[in-house]
């Protein structure tokens, strides 16, 4: 049946060919089949052995890649962006001119608040100055006020001490004059009593001696005592009238007393006079304090010019951008011409010896890693070369954590699904091949 369906020349060539050479190819195939078989079973053999001691050595993966400190240098003012100075891929060092932004206007300012901190300035040395002379003149005038106070002071107790001892004196002169007029008046009192006595004494010596009835004698005695009495009363009378001009003399030196009580009111008045001195000197302090103020106050407003000052200065000084590192300019954001604002990205710059390897390793081996352990890298880019690291740093959360929607969320369905953790090498870099973003493939020798 399967030869009648053939055509009529393959019919004849299957008929023409003898049973032996159809056998033949069978047996040669499997000759080269069974070795190739033993070849492959004996290689996988060994590889996978190799696998198996090389991952029970080893934790690997190749979620991993490059990372590195990408620098986005952005302006810290507003303005045109007059020069951009790098190209991407350029090399720089650190203080090199990455880009300039018009400087005018920030000029502008300096030059504005350097002029109203030199009006500050001159405004506060003239209060200074006007401050430190109302100073000087209110001091001086306090401390002669004060000298003055004192003087007025000692000349008033003076005053009043005289004024005190002439009074007391003078009372006691007076109460010693008119003890005395007391004493006159008492012995011309004592006179006159014994001049009337004398008077009719005589009288009547005269009367009997005309009678004939007492001797001439008694009437020259009477006449005699008369005589006396007289002279007694004159004499007494006298006593008193100095006694009585002793006492005008006395009342006359009352009215030095006077005198000095008059010089003790003036020297009072002084006193007050001067104690309204010395109250305007303090006045004057006061307004010195005043003046104080305002010197305390410019100095203040010279101070926020100052600080006005440096800000205008630092805005300008921030006009000119510069590379914070040695590095590599990786990309370029702005072109010059183009007025850009604060916080706009214009440059981006990192350090080619900057960077590590971040791994992300299963949760079920993540046990096994340790800080310090070697690592080996391979790279596709360079596939005949092998780097080599450590371990610095084990993740504290895993990526997950940190996604938009995290693993775990109020969704109704559970699925789970290993997590992996970040782990940081820190890796030698040759001849800075190693560029961020690159996939790696990294094996972590743990045991």
Do not use: C
Not at 182 to 195: D, H, I, N, S
Not at 280 to 298: C, F, G, P, S, Y
Not at 306 to 315: F, H, K, T, V
């Amino acid at each position: 049946m399967a030869i009648e369906n053939r055509s009529a020349d393959e019919r004849d060539t299957l008929l023409e060919r003898p049973s032996v050479t159809l056998k033949r190819p069978r047996a040669t195939r499997w000759f080269i089949l069974i070795p190739l078989l033993v070849l492959i079973l004996g290689l996988g053999s060994y590889f996978g052995v190799q696998w198996w001691l090389y991952a029970l050595h080893h934790v690997y993966t190749d979620d991993a890649r490059v990372k590195g400190t990408l620098i986005t240098i952005s302006s810290e003012v507003a303005g045109r962006l007059v020069v951009l100075a790098v190209e991407e891929g350029q090399h720089i060092k650190k203080g090199d001119l990455l880009a300039q932004i018009q400087q005018d206007e920030y000029q502008a300012q300096v030059a504005l608040h350097r002029a109203a901190l030199e009006a500050a300035q001159s405004q506060l040395a003239s209060a200074e100055a006007d401050l430190a002379l109302t100073g000087t003149l209110a001091e001086g005038q306090i401390q002669r006020s004060e000298a003055v106070l004192g003087t007025s002071r000692s000349q008033l107790a003076e005053a009043e001490k005289v004024a005190k001892l002439e009074e007391q004196r003078t009372v006691a002169n007076l109460r010693e004059k008119a003890a005395s007029v007391e004493e006159a008046r008492a012995r011309l009192t004592g006179a006159k009593a014994a001049l009337d006595k004398a008077i009719a004494d005589r009288d009547r010596a005269k009367q009997l001696a005309s009678d004939g009835i007492v001797a001439a004698e008694r009437l020259d005695q009477a006449v005699a005592s008369y005589d006396s009495a007289v002279a007694q009363q004159q004499s007494a009378q006298e006593m008193l009238n100095r006694a009585l001009a002793l006492v005008q003399m006395a009342q006359a030196e009352g009215r030095r007393v006077q005198l000095s009580l008059d010089q003790v009111q003036t020297q009072q008045n002084k006193v007050r006079e001067s104690h309204v001195l010395k109250e305007l000197a303090i006045a004057e302090r006061q307004r010195t304090k005043m003046k104080e103020d305002i010197v305390n106050n410019l100095r203040a407003k010279v101070k926020e010019v100052e600080a006005q000052l440096a800000l205008a200065r630092l805005r300008l000084a921030e006009t000119t951008i510069t590379s914070p590192i040695d590095g590599v300019v990786s990309q370029t954001i702005a072109d010059a011409g183009e007025r850009v604002q604060p916080g706009q990205p214009i440059v981006v710059v990192n350090d080619p010896r900057d960077v590590w390897i971040s791994a992300n390793i299963e949760e079920t081996h993540i046990r096994k890693v340790r800080d310090g352990q070697p690592v080996t890298i391979t790279v596709d880019a360079y596939p005949r070369q092998t780097f080599y690291g450590k371990v610095v740093q084990l993740g504290a959360a895993t990526r997950s954590e940190f996604a938009l929607i995290p693993a775990g969320s109020a969704s109704a369905h559970f699925i789970k699904v290993t997590q992996r953790l970040p782990v940081r090498i820190a890796v030698e870099n040759p001849d800075s091949l190693l560029k961020p973003g690159m996939m790696v493939e990294v094996g972590i020798r743990v045991q």
